[in-house]
Structure formats: C-alpha cells, structure tokens
C-alpha cells in the first residue's frame, strides 16, 4: 500500500527498507532513533515549522504534502531531500499508528480536509501489527483480526465491496473475517459463563477476580459487557 501522492516518488504510507548513508571517515553520524536509525535532519526543521503535523503528535499527511511544502516554503527545502525526509516519516511506526487509528487527514496548518482511504487504514493497521508482532512473545493475530472486523463493520461495505476499497484478497479477507466472528463468539460465550458463576457464587467481586485469576478491576468491565451481551442477544 502506498501514500506516493505526498512525496511524489516514494511511497510514504507503505514499510519500506530504511535509506542508508555512508559516513565519511572522522564524521560523527546523524543523531540516532533508539532503534539506531538515524532521523532525517529535515525532519526536525518540519516539527518547527509545522508542530502539528510533525510534532509531538503525528497526524496523517494531506495527499500532495510535498508540493505543498515546497509552495509555502520556497527556496527552503532540496527537492530530493525533502523527498526522502517525508518518506522516513511516512514510513515510520508512530506515523503508522495514526493511520491506524483512522485519523484524517490534515493540511499544513493542522486542518482536517479528508477522510483516509479504506486501504490505507487497512494497510497500515496490519503493518503496525506486524512490526508489533515482531517484538512481542503473545501472539496478536486475534487481536489484529478484531481490528480488521472493526474496520470492515465501520466501512458499511460488503465483503467484496471491503476487498476491493482495502486492496485484498478477498478470499484472505473472507477467512481473515470468519476468523474473526469465530474470536468473538468465543469470547462472549467466556463472558457468559464467568457471569453465571458470578451470579451463582455468591462471591464479591475480588473474591471472584482471586478465585477465577482475573486483575481485581477487570471484573466489573467484564461483567457489564457480559450483561450488555445478554441484552444485544434478546433484542433490546
């Protein structure tokens, strides 16, 4: 998935390999991401000038960002650099976690003007959970498929109408999809039997939460949801 329309020539919204430079002897490198990637210079130039898109909270660049940059700051940036700053930028983890949550998009002064694509909110969603995966021993899948489901309910669509506006296999996604009906299901058939022995144990809620092994403030969220699926279930 691809975002080329803000840098022109590389695709801002997608993973990509990280641009490497050579160092010339004696330099110092560029400062340094705690992951060890070194961050554009660009980059801090672009939080000064525009803090609220690049500042301490990203927000999802407006398509044509670039040409943009370039009309409202003339003779400021190198075409090339300004290029690859944005490419880092849109590649990185923190931007993808806006896209993620779905945020608009949002000119150089910080206003919404469009809502995100359904493919790039996809995209960069199951990105974000790969590159999440990768660090964490729990699995995520399930987590990711809820995601997914969310996104697909959200969209209004059908399931090939969802395949064709996110850019997927639409037979991966009816099985992404089935997974996911199957993980909720079984999730609230849990919520319902821990509210059964709830009701028929007589128990308090930290008792309950010690004898079951649940953190003492998860049963009360627990417990509503179960009885809010109990309602959803006879139709209120």
Avoid: W
């Avoid at 398509?63 to 943009?68: A, H, R, V």
């Avoid at 987590?143 to 969310?150: H, N, T």
């Amino acid at each position: 998935m691809t975002d080329a329309s803000i840098t022109s020539s590389a695709p801002a919204d997608a993973p990509a390999q990280p641009h490497q430079r050579r160092r010339q002897p004696g330099r110092k490198g560029p400062q340094q991401r705690p992951q060890g990637r070194p961050i554009h210079p660009l980059l801090e130039q672009l939080a000064e000038l525009h803090p609220a898109l690049f500042g301490a909270r990203f927000r999802p660049l407006k398509l044509g960002t670039f040409q943009d940059l370039m009309e409202r700051h003339p003779g400021v940036f190198q075409p090339a650099a300004l290029k690859e700053a944005l490419g880092q930028h849109a590649r990185s983890s923190r931007y993808l976690e806006c896209l993620a949550r779905g945020d608009q998009r949002h000119d150089l002064d910080g206003q919404p003007v469009a809502p995100l694509a359904v493919d790039h909110h996809h995209h960069a969603l199951v990105e974000l959970f790969k590159r999440r995966q990768a660090r964490s021993k729990e699995d995520l899948q399930p987590a990711l498929r809820a995601r997914v489901r969310e996104l697909f309910v959200q969209s209004g669509l059908d399931r090939a109408g969802y395949a064709a506006a996110a850019k997927v296999n639409p037979e991966a996604l009816a099985a992404l999809l089935d997974e996911a009906d199957h993980d909720q299901a079984a999730e609230i058939a849990r919520r319902e039997a821990l509210l059964r022995a709830f009701e028929l144990g007589g128990l308090s809620e930290a008792q309950f939460a010690d004898q079951y092994g649940l953190a003492p403030d998860a049963v009360a969220p627990l417990l509503a949801q179960a009885r809010d699926d109990r309602r959803v279930r006879a139709g209120r």
